[in-house]
């Protein structure tokens, strides 16, 4: 049944959608870890335009 179901929807599901769909998926573990190490990207910056 479950087989059936699926043969059925997949083909209505253009490839372009999946491919955006998994685009944003993956975006997700990013934008959640990024502002606990946004401090160390600032201070890598900081140092690095620091002239001397």
């Given at each position: ?8 929807f997949s083909g209505n599901i253009p490839e ?9 998926v993956a975006m997700g573990p990013i934008l ?21």
């Open positions: 049944m479950n087989a059936d179901v699926a043969s059925r372009d959608a999946v491919r955006m769909a998994l685009c944003v959640i870890v990024y502002p606990f190490f946004q401090k160390y990207f600032i201070q890598g910056l900081t140092i690095g335009a620091v002239k001397g």
